[in-house]
């Protein structure tokens, strides 16, 4: 699952799961504010009102003309409910949960039971990769570029040229403003 791969809920709530992730790890019995959305919906044998998550499942993107995802005045994603899921009321519920029940709930029911370093996994296997192959390269070539310059082959930099040859391969050029005074 790579990052690029989190689905409209996942994205929304990254933020969040990464900041549980790390207070429960780090902050035992630690509270702090989530927002999460929810749809509420009328319990039949309590006839009570229930809350319920919203599942990537469950909802459907507003998008613009060019394809992207509205935002709404607080910087939240406009998602609508689809067609025949109940809902007395759809809204995003605010709410101070502890840390550690914040990041099960995130693991389980958003992120399918991946936790931040699965999910990065992808990222951080292609950057070790890149790291690997560019320093055995690089070593590669440094090593090809001394062995040259050992025999005598520069192949950058500045040349030891005697003022005839300076002056033999240079003199079509006018824009140097060097004066080279041959003997």
Not at 86 to 115: N, P, T
Not at 141 to 161: C, M, N, S, V, W
Request: charge should be positive.
């Amino acid at each position: 699952m790579g990052i690029a791969n989190l689905t409209t809920l996942q994205r929304v709530y990254f933020k969040q799961y990464l900041k549980s992730s790390y207070r429960s790890f780090l902050l035992t019995n630690s509270r702090s504010h989530y927002t999460t959305l929810a749809r509420i919906i009328r319990d039949p044998e309590t006839k009570r009102d229930r809350s319920l998550a919203v599942l990537d499942d469950d909802v459907i993107p507003v998008l613009d003309e060019a394809g992207r995802i509205q935002f709404d005045q607080n910087h939240r994603p406009k998602l609508l409910l689809k067609a025949g899921i109940e809902h007395k009321k759809y809204l995003w519920e605010h709410g101070i949960l502890r840390d550690l029940d914040a990041y099960e709930w995130f693991q389980s029911l958003i992120y399918e039971g991946k936790s931040i370093p699965d999910i990065w996994r992808p990222a951080w296997l292609g950057a070790l990769l890149i790291f690997c192959f560019g320093i055995t390269g690089l070593t590669a070539l440094d090593a090809f570029a001394q062995h040259r310059y050992l025999k005598g082959e520069p192949i950058r930099g500045t040349r030891e040229l005697f003022p005839k040859a300076y002056v033999r391969e240079h003199r079509k050029h006018t824009g140097y403003g060097l004066m080279v005074y041959t003997p």
